[in-house]
């Protein structure tokens, strides 16, 4: 039996620590800087870990960028509101309020870098967002999308339901890209209260008018 403080205890103990710490710097400098401008050398100097740490975790820098990116989407939609969502006890309505706060959360949510992973792989996909978008995201995709069916009344495979998708989601990219661009003049031009913490409740009455419409045309 493994002793509770075995020198092979603590050294598993350390190497997961120091893994988790090189996915959390890895995702801040990415967030502020974007994949081709953070190298591995910056990481591990932020950390304080020899080089060949990404190479020993992750096999490489793109096997680190891949562990940010399925960090970012247990960020984006989490087992427990995932389990919530999928819930069979809520009506339709109800988790369609549910979604909607929890995009309503994620635009207030300033602090967050994988927020802005996200937005910079939305502006700028990686070689690497097909397979996340395969493994984490299609699935989440798809329980959003039956909830969206069962409230509307659309078929999952119309293109209704599609464009009803795009217009619930959309308003909460747009704040997203825009509200967080580093691009000076494109504030200029689109000039958003992006301070006010109303925009995203606003939003969020926005697309909750527009899928009542949506469900009395069908009606």
């Known amino acids: 039996m493994e002793k509770k403080n075995s020198p092979t205890r603590e050294a598993r103990e350390d190497g997961t620590a120091t893994k ?125 999308m039956d909830i969206l069916s069962a409230y509307t009344g659309f078929p999952f495979d119309s293109p209704e339901l599609h464009s009803a998708l795009t217009c619930v989601v959309a308003p909460f990219l747009w704040l997203l890209l825009i509200g967080r661009s580093e691009v000076q003049e494109i504030r200029e031009i689109v000039p958003i209260r992006y301070d006010d913490k109303s925009l995203p409740e606003e939003c969020k009455l926005f697309v909750l008018a527009g899928l009542e419409a949506i469900r009395e045309k069908q009606e």
């Open 20 to 144: 988790e710490l090189l996915i959390e710097t890895a995702g801040r400098l990415i967030a502020r800087q974007g994949y081709d401008k953070t190298t591995s050398k910056q990481i591990c100097e932020t950390v304080k870990a020899n080089v060949a740490a990404i190479n020993y975790h992750f096999g490489g820098r793109e096997g680190l960028y891949l562990a940010v990116l399925r960090r970012v989407h247990q960020y984006l939609l989490n087992a427990e509101e995932l389990d919530v969502l999928a819930g069979t006890e809520r009506s339709a309505k109800e988790k369609i309020h549910l979604f909607l706060d929890i995009l309503t959360k994620m635009v207030q949510d300033e602090e967050n870098w994988a927020i802005r992973v996200w937005v910079r792989e939305i502006v700028s996909p990686s070689p690497l967002a097909k397979q996340i978008v395969s493994e984490s995201a299609a699935p989440k995709l798809k329980l959003i």
